[in-house]
């Protein structure tokens, strides 16, 4: 059981450039979130999942998209990466709204 | 506008003295309430959790305690070990018109240190 797990681990992007960040959690939990966190700051939400094919916005979803197609899986798309959005990057599941979320490692994204 | 705020950015105890940390809100439209602890280089982890309806809740060393009128939760640690040295988050769930979807909002965040 290895939770919830995240790749890569660490990039450095061009401004311009766009990746994917994935994630995967093998809970079987309906519910999937991600975040940023930006130096001395706390985690604020970029965009949630209630299920596979339902998606809605965080607080801060500009610049980034997202898409669930599984309820394993759900990957975090930057397109046209920008300064503003060098953070560490979490992605949480958890089983409802009132459970705790489990939160994978992170990734660490660097644009220059 | 930061609806959740830790204002005390770093708390330094004695290992084996109380540690106690504090977080305040804004919005009325939180009815949930979860402590995250953060070591460098991972994700978070689940502490707590404390719903509205209740102003104590209890985890073996781990206590929260929810003060609605005051829009104030606070975790105490007892005793505190050197292992306990990490950032700690309070979060807060957003719930709108009987709807929650587990949307939380971050404090940001205070670093303890125990001292052995």
């Known amino acids: 059981n290895a939770g919830v797990t995240q790749t890569p681990k660490f990039r450095i992007l061009k401004i311009g450039q766009s990746m994917t960040l994935q994630c995967t959690q093998d809970m079987n939990h309906n519910y999937m979130y991600w975040y940023r966190q930006d130096p001395g700051m706390g985690l604020k939400l970029i965009y949630y999942?209630?299920?596979?094919?339902?998606?809605d916005k965080g607080e801060v979803p500009n610049g980034y998209n997202v898409s669930r197609s599984t309820t394993e899986d759900f990957p975090l798309r930057l397109e046209l990466a920008a300064p503003s959005q060098t953070s560490v990057y979490f992605c949480?599941?958890?089983?409802?709204?009132?459970?705790?979320?489990?939160f994978g490692p992170g990734t660490r994204l660097t644009v220059l | 506008d930061q609806q959740v705020k830790q204002n005390s950015p770093s708390l330094s105890v004695q290992e084996g003295r109380i540690s106690i940390l504090n977080c305040d809100y804004t919005n009325s439209m939180f009815d949930y309430f979860l402590w995250y602890k953060k070591y460098p280089a991972e994700g978070p982890t689940f502490l707590i959790s404390i719903s509205s309806i209740k102003d104590k809740n209890e985890d073996g060393r781990f206590t929260v305690f929810l003060n609605k009128s005051a829009k104030h939760l606070s975790l105490h640690i007892v005793p505190s070990q050197p292992g306990d040295s990490a950032v700690y988050f309070c979060?807060?769930?957003?719930?709108?018109?009987?709807?929650?979807?587990?949307?939380?909002?971050f404090g940001q965040g205070t670093i303890l240190t125990v001292h052995p």
């Open positions: 949480a599941s958890s089983k409802g709204p009132y459970n705790e979320q489990f």
């Open positions: 999942s209630v299920g596979a094919g339902i998606t």
């Open positions: 979060a807060a769930n957003f719930n709108a018109g009987g709807t929650s979807y587990g949307k939380l909002t």
